[in-house]
């Protein structure tokens, strides 16, 4: 059965939709099969994994207003990466899931059509949290929460972990949060030192991964070619951190299982 997680954080601009696509990459590169789903309006991880968001007519949100099962919606990448497309089309979905019975758990009925066909599934929230998010951490197993190295990113974590400990509470008890991930880190700035201090200080019962993303043009420039930051003919700063992660989460399912 695979394990879901689920990037998020209220705050934009802070790796979600980076992280989710190249970590996606990172564990089909060490033989885990992976679906992706895009569960942002936006659809940036869409267009990350080589499609045009406004070309398709098939999309996540028929899975969750039209019960249509997701098997016809997945679409294959270039990079071995399975995914469930998202495009402006969701940005009505919020509207509509108000009247929909079991709204919060529409995502789940989704995830458990194809569940046993994967090692990870791996969610891009949008940076809300709205009805959308909720669903995806009432759908997942745990929360990896990208944290820019800047201090309005920290206030947007407070509010996600107050999210979660709700929906512990009413929906999806079982829901852990994986760790805190330092993105768009600069070692030479005081204050991106000084961020990781406050993370590990103010978050102290979280675990903090021991790696940070650096913060590098290079990152935009693979979204922009829609190739994952391992394929830049440069060695990215950071660009490790993610085959780190992709190793952890193996490792930790291990451990969980044995």
Known sequence: MGQVYVFANQKGGVGKTTSAFNLGVALEGIGQHVLLIDLDPQGGLTYYAGYEPDGLEETVYKCLLRDVPPGEMILTTKYGVDLLPANIDLAVAEMQLLNVPARERRLTRVIN????????????????????????????????IPVACEFLSIRGTHALLKLIAKIRGTLNSTLQVAGLLPTMFDARTVHGR???????????????????????????????????????????????????LARDLVKARLRESG
């Open 194 to 244: 000084e961020i990781i201090r406050i993370l590990k200080t103010e978050f102290k019962e979280i675990h903090l991964y021991p790696y940070q993303v650096n913060r590098s043009i290079r990152f935009a420039e693979s979204a922009a070619e829609q190739k994952p930051i391992f394929d830049v003919k440069i060695q990215v700063p950071g660009a490790l951190a993610y085959r780190e």
């Open 113 to 144: 059509h194809v569940r046993d066909s994967y090692d990870y599934i791996i969610i891009d929230s949008q940076p809300s949290l709205g009805i959308l998010t909720i669903n995806a951490l009432a759908a997942a197993n745990k929360v990896i």
